[in-house]
């Protein structure tokens, strides 16, 4: 059997596919060659895609002989799970293998934003001694707020609650005596509303879907406090981008650290870019090196179990 892998993948997933029997075709740059990807699909047995390649139904209806889609992370915005469906084609995630890595992103912003430390470094290279200026602010009885409270959030919980930051979430499909909440005492609000008004640092961790798209808008950038941070390693169109640069502008919140943007690679005249307290990163949240390994063996894994005919916990459609 032909697997084609169309985007980064480390090199420990590819041996353990190739180990097992299979044909594996690597080019992890191949999901922005559109057309060639196109001619490609007709010959692979299962396909292996991370978050820009789309999986819509031209791709679909082209791929005609792929029994299995393996998605190298969580995000599924990329694929139409009900078109794979009705062709039945699996779509394998790789579950929670990079959540320990996203988790410490958004504690890496959070102690960022209180101690610059490469400000300060860059600072004292130039022959400064600003201690003054770069006295920064404990984590320690900040209130983190969690939009979403899914396995990330948890993570994310278990961390900030060890710095010793008040955390609060809101999420409509988590109740009370759920994990999430037991387990690392996150007290819940009602309202989306509540939290931002309370929050020193809002994180994201909700899916990119219709209900969800431009959540953070103007009208909530006016209820957050003056010195907030906003913490996005979930998708790009879960904040209005324009309403982030303006409110930023305009002093109503401090700023803001951005893994994911709407379009991604950005473009060169995106105002993000022109704000220094906007941080930009290239969509890296989930990409150490132990979650990279983690989840490209994962995929291997369950890629060949699906294919085999067995059942898979991974599978999302």
């Given amino acids: 059997m032909k697997i084609l892998v169309t985007e980064l993948m480390w090199g420990d997933g590819i041996e353990e596919l190739k180990k097992r029997g299979y044909s594996v075709d690597y080019d992890m740059e191949l999901s922005r060659k559109r057309e060639e990807l196109l001619t490609l699909l007709p010959e692979y047995d299962a396909l292996i895609v991370r978050n820009e390649t789309k999986v819509d139904s031209e791709f679909l209806e082209t791929a005609k002989k792929t029994q299995a889609i393996g998605r190298l992370g969580v995000g599924l915005d990329n694929i139409d799970l009900q078109g794979a469906k ?10 929670n293998a990079n959540a320990t890595s996203v988790a410490e992103y958004v504690m890496a912003a959070m102690l960022d934003a209180s101690r610059s ?11 400064n001694w600003n201690r003054k200026f770069f006295t920064g ?17 948890h993570r994310v919980a278990k961390r900030a ?22 387990e ?25 879907m219709k209900s969800t798209k431009h959540l953070i808008n103007r009208k909530n950038f006016s209820l957050m406090k ?10 790009g169109g879960i904040i209005h981008e324009q309403d982030l640069v303006n409110a930023v502008e305009a002093n109503q919140i401090a700023g803001a650290y951005l893994d994911v943007i709407e379009k991604e690679p950005i473009e060169k005249d995106s105002p993000l870019a022109l704000l ?9 949240a989930g990409l150490t090196i132990e979650a990279q390994s983690r989840t490209a063996m994962l995929i291997a894994e369950e890629m060949d179990r699906v294919l085999k005919g067995g059942h898979s916990l991974c599978r999302v459609n």
């Fill in 137 to 153: 602010n404990e984590l320690g009885n900040r209130t983190l707020g969690l939009v979403g409270m899914g396995e990330i959030a």
């Fill in 161 to 182: 609650k060890a710095f010793g930051m008040n955390v609060i979430g809101f999420d409509p499909f988590v109740a009370p005596f759920d994990h999430v909440v037991q």
């Fill in 226 to 235: 003056q010195h907030a941070y906003l913490i996005n390693t979930a998708r």
């Fill in 86 to 95: 009705e062709r039945n084609i699996p779509v394998i995630s790789a579950r």
């Fill in 276 to 284: 220094k307290s906007i941080r930009l990163s290239p969509h890296i």
């Fill in 117 to 127: 430390l490469s400000e300060a470094d860059a600072d004292v290279r130039q022959g």
């Fill in 184 to 208: 690392t005492g996150i007290r819940q609000v009602n309202k989306l509303e509540d939290l931002l008004k309370e929050s020193d640092f809002i994180s994201m961790h909700v899916p990119l």
